[in-house]
């Protein structure tokens, strides 16, 4: 048989003696503390030293941002002046044209009657005068649309070989648009000069003829796009 020993060990704490003078103890204690203090002092300037170059960015971004937002607004204030340009001209384009309405609304066409003479004037007929005239003067209405009933007047003088020939040109006369109550004045059978009496050649004769139509609105420029 072997016997077994046991050794067993204690920990005893032992009490602390401070032998340091309190004035050197409290001069730790506030270097301590004074350590501490700086530790967090540097920590805030740390902190602040971020804010700062986070603000500055933020600014910096912020001045970008303002000037590219003041550049768009020269961008689009030009482009607000070219289409005020625009409308300008678009304005003055349509003064323009009510000028031009205004001005030609009551005209007559005269020179395009005299064209359609060649078409409608029967060949057994020649006119000698022409009067054209107007009791409206141009441009003192807006539109034709205000404008009377009857605006003008012309007036033939002529000849014919027959009576019957003046009857045909007055025909003639009332399909003409803008003309109305075609009717003659006079209609009187002549000798021909040259003719009959002492002379060899035989007798002939002519009626010399006056007529009249009145103009009506639609004879107006204004009256009918294109019509002048």
């Not at 004035?23 to 002092?41: D, H, N, P, S, T």
């Not at 550049?71 to 005020?84: F, G, T």
């Not at 678009?90 to 005209?107: G, S, W």
């Amino acid at each position: 048989m072997s016997a077994t020993t046991t050794t067993s060990t204690r920990v005893v704490e032992l009490p602390r003696v401070n032998l340091l003078p309190p004035e050197i103890f409290e001069k730790r204690q506030l270097q301590r503390a004074q350590a501490g203090l700086g530790v967090v002092v540097l920590a805030a300037l740390v902190a602040v030293g971020l804010v700062y170059v986070s603000g500055g960015a933020a600014v910096t971004d912020a001045k970008s941002r303002l000037l590219a937002s003041q550049q768009a607004q020269i961008d689009l204030q030009k482009q607000i002046s070219k289409v005020n340009y625009v409308t300008e001209q678009a304005n003055q384009d349509d003064q323009a044209k009510a000028m031009l309405t205004q001005a030609t609304a009551t005209e007559i066409p005269f020179s395009t009657y005299l064209a359609d003479l060649g078409v409608l004037t029967p060949k057994a007929v020649w006119f000698t005068a022409v009067t054209l005239a107007s009791t409206v003067p141009v441009g003192t209405l807006a539109t034709s649309a205000s404008a009377p009933a009857t605006v003008g007047s012309v007036t033939f003088g002529g000849q014919a070989v027959t009576h019957n020939d003046v009857a045909t040109w007055l025909d003639r006369a009332a399909k003409e648009g803008g003309f109305a109550n075609p009717y003659f004045t006079t209609s009187t059978e002549t000798l021909v000069p040259g003719t009959g009496g002492s002379t060899k050649l035989p007798a002939k004769t002519w009626v010399t003829f006056s007529s009249s139509v009145a103009l009506t609105s639609a004879s107006l420029c204004g009256a009918e796009t294109g019509k002048c």
